[in-house]
């Protein structure tokens, strides 16, 4: 995988910088310059491009914001790049992070030009770079990083990613598991309510459009007096009394029969009016048949009534219609089938769990034993890479701890009385005691700036080759050392810089000579006010502030020689 370069770096009213842009390339970066000239201010700018605290105070005096903008190159395929992508942004010509910090206590962050939280700048920078130093934002002092560090050097990643994966399984599973032991306790009630509704349902067997016909039954037999009295006035009416309509309308057509002997265009209308005596007639024999049919059944007429009642109220229960009732009977059958299958369901998923545990309880194990053989080579290595770094009788050891479990610990996820984490059942600790006779203490509690940042450099150099592709930034690495130490150190990050983009603020000209790129950083005073400056030093300028590091303000031509036969003795020609 390629590294993340940090491509371009500006900084703009911020501290005593007025305006400064640098250009960084690959391999190893020095930058040199006279203490207070603003080397320490540049670190501060890019712990804020990954996302510490923005103070006002940092900005220039009589100036109303600052701004910070950084340009890193960036794989797709990184941790960090992978991050971006997620967030939705857009790599294919690099990450783009600006800070601008307001006096009103209003700043804003941007990533590739779009508004963002430091919430997500810090999700994204926890990969992109790491700064060595006392004060330093670095993520090598927190703990949970420490069982990274050992896994990348152990290669147990690969063995690291399977318990992931089945611990997410094991998650999944364990909230399935919870979900339908607590659909089985709820349901219980809720079975009884639905087997008493789809029974109600049943016993009512319902017929479609049961209630609009029961309803006019139901006016049939409430006014059958009035219906049989009042169709027999109109059979009557119609044919039987004397004077009839029928006998009326007969009469009619015999007189238009005869008129149309006279008037032949009568004929038609006779014969209507003839054809409407007919039907009148059949009119009047379909209402007496009628009239048998009326029925007086006070008994019948409550029955009605009672089924109606019954109805009226399974519609009012549920849905308004007959129909709703019918489908609501179907959906209870339907959830009271899905219910009486969940204890089957119970036990498939409880079986699952027991099979996925047992798995995940062998990678744990196979997970830590690995990682407990790791660890005390990789004790070995660090107290060898110190001692080369001038600390030698250092003592550095991996305290291993026990992933707690309390009574909300899932029993699935308990391994001899041992959590189950994401990463497995180890947490760990890095110890050191950079002096002989001193305790074993956190590496969070390193007080030396220096000390802090050649233990960085050392793990960092046994981990060149592993997953890490961070930029790695080195502030104070030099502290405390000098001579035959500082040149160690210088070349042990020329190595690292191999595999990673390295940048070091250092004041040793024998760290310095390393450098494949060197700027000088420089304090100036222009009408009355310091700013700083940053210059890439090449050729002559190079070996001259090379000279200055070695010999102080006074430079002398045997200073100049030495300086020139270091960068010559270390291959470097510009």
């Known amino acids: 995988m390629n590294p993340i370069m940090l491509r371009e770096l500006s900084i703009k009213n911020f501290a005593i910088i007025d305006d400064l842009s640098i250009s960084f390339e690959k391999g190893l970066t020095v930058l040199t310059g006279e203490t207070g000239a603003g080397k320490s201010i540049i670190i501060n700018a890019v712990n804020l491009i990954l996302g510490s605290r923005a103070s006002p105070e940092l900005i220039r005096t009589s100036e109303e914001t600052a701004e910070l903008e950084a340009l890193f190159e960036m794989p797709p395929e990184s941790p960090a790049g992978k991050v971006a992508e997620r967030q939705g942004v857009d790599l294919s010509e690099g990450l783009l992070v600006r800070r601008i910090i307001q006096r009103n206590g209003r700043h804003r962050i941007y990533i590739n030009g779009r508004l963002a939280t430091v919430q997500m700048l810090s999700q994204i920078n926890e990969h992109l770079a790491s700064i060595s130093g006392q004060h330093a934002h670095q993520s090598l002092l927190k703990p949970e990083q420490h069982l990274l560090v050992l896994d ?27 979900g339908l032991k607590r659909q089985h306790v709820e349901q219980t009630e809720k079975m009884e309510l639905l087997e008493f509704q789809c029974r109600e349902i049943e016993q009512a067997s319902i017929a479609h459009d049961e209630d609009k016909e029961l309803e006019q039954e139901r006016q049939r037999l409430k006014h059958a007096q009035r219906l049989y009295e009042t169709v027999g006035r109109c059979v009557n009416r119609l044919y039987g009394a004397e004077g009839a309509v029928v006998e009326h309308v007969t009469g009619v057509a015999r007189e238009l029969q005869t008129l149309s002997n006279i008037d032949s265009s009568l004929t038609p209308m006779a014969e209507r009016v003839q054809e409407a005596s007919f039907k009148l007639e059949d009119i009047a024999n379909d209402l007496r048949g009628y009239l048998p049919h009326v029925v007086f059944d006070s008994n019948r007429l409550e029955d009605v009534e009672l089924r109606l009642d019954l109805l009226q109220r399974l519609k009012r229960k549920y849905g308004g219609s007959l129909e709703s009732v019918v489908e609501h009977a179907r959906k209870a059958e339907e959830e009271l089938k899905r219910i009486s299958l969940l204890p089957e369901r119970i036990a498939e998923v409880e079986e699952r769990l027991d099979e996925l545990h047992k798995k995940l309880c062998k990678l744990c194990r196979e997970l830590s034993e690995k990682r407990r053989k790791a660890s005390e080579r990789l004790s070995a290595k660090v107290q060898h890479e110190l001692a080369s770094l001038g600390m030698s009788g250092t003592r550095f050891q991996v305290r ?50 220096g000390e802090l940042s050649r233990i960085v450099l ?9 997953e890490s592709v961070e930029t790695v930034i080195f ?38 000579q390393s450098g494949k790129h060197h700027f000088r950083i420089a304090k100036k005073i222009h009408r009355g006010r310091t700013s700083t400056t940053i210059t890439a030093l090449h050729g002559e300028a190079r070996v001259k502030e090379m000279a200055r590091m070695l010999g102080g303000v006074k430079i002398t031509r045997k200073t100049l020689d030495h300086a020139r036969e270091m960068m010559m003795g270390r291959g470097i020609e510009n």
């Open 458 to 466: 050392a793990l960092k150099a046994i981990l060149a080759t592993k």
């Open 152 to 178: 990348q050097f152990g290669d147990s990643c690969e063995l690291r990613g399977r318990v992931s994966e089945c611990h997410e399984q094991m998650i999944l599973l364990v909230r399935e598991w919870a």
């Open 475 to 512: 502030d104070e690495v030099d502290a405390g050392i000098g001579g035959g130490v500082a040149e160690v150190v210088g070349q042990k990050l020329q190595t690292l810089a191999h595999f990673h983009q390295v940048i070091c603020i250092t004041h040793l000209p024998q760290i310095a």
């Open 400 to 449: 291993f701890k026990p992933s707690p479990v309390d009574e909300s610990t899932d029993p699935h996820l308990v391994l001899d009385n041992m959590g189950i984490e994401a990463t497995g059942i180890d947490r760990v600790d890095f110890l050191i005691a950079p002096n002989v006779g001193e305790d074993l203490r956190p590496l969070v509690e390193i007080a030396s700036g």
